[in-house]
């Protein structure tokens, strides 16, 4: 099945999925659908969510479960890294980040341990 949503649906689905704490759009939203987003649309998404559930700063809602924390967080154009980080004795990757709290995530789930970290680049 496809579905032609355009950034005002995906504005709408996200500011839904966060005040009903749904787990499993908000995650689709950071770990899959994130990477599809244009860097307009990114920052449109942060921006008019952030709006409307927030105001002009963030505070995580209560009733969110924590989910809002990790959307705005990797929403938000300010706190994008490339991280270079140790895969081994000899070899190393590098992933497109967000940091949450002094740990850099690579998904909503999946974070770099801080003493494999080689470097990091703000984007």
């Known amino acids: 099945m496809t579905v032609d949503l355009n950034i005002t649906d995906f504005i709408q689905l996200a500011t839904s999925s ?3 704490a749904d787990g499993r759009l ?14 307009e649309d990114k920052l449109a998404l942060y921006e008019n969510v952030k709006l409307k559930l927030y105001g002009r700063f963030f505070v995580p809602l209560p009733y ?7 959307f705005m967080s990797r929403f938000n154009p300010n706190n ?3 991280v270079k980080y140790k895969d081994g004795e000899t070899t190393s990757k590098s992933a497109y ?8 995530f690579i998904s909503s789930i999946e974070s770099i341990p801080n003493d494999i970290i080689i470097n990091v680049e703000t984007l």
């Not at 908000?26 to 860097?39: A, I, K, N, T």
């Not at 969110?64 to 990790?70: P, Q, S, T, V, Y």
């Not at 980040?97 to 850099?104: A, E, H, K, M, V």
């Open 97 to 104: 980040c967000f940091r949450i709290d002094g740990t850099y």
């Open 64 to 70: 969110a479960k924590g989910l809002d924390k990790i």
């Open 26 to 39: 908000v995650r689709r939203f950071v770990d899959e659908w994130y990477h599809q987003f244009s860097d």
């Open 18 to 20: 966060l005040v009903n």
């Open 80 to 82: 994008q890294y490339l």
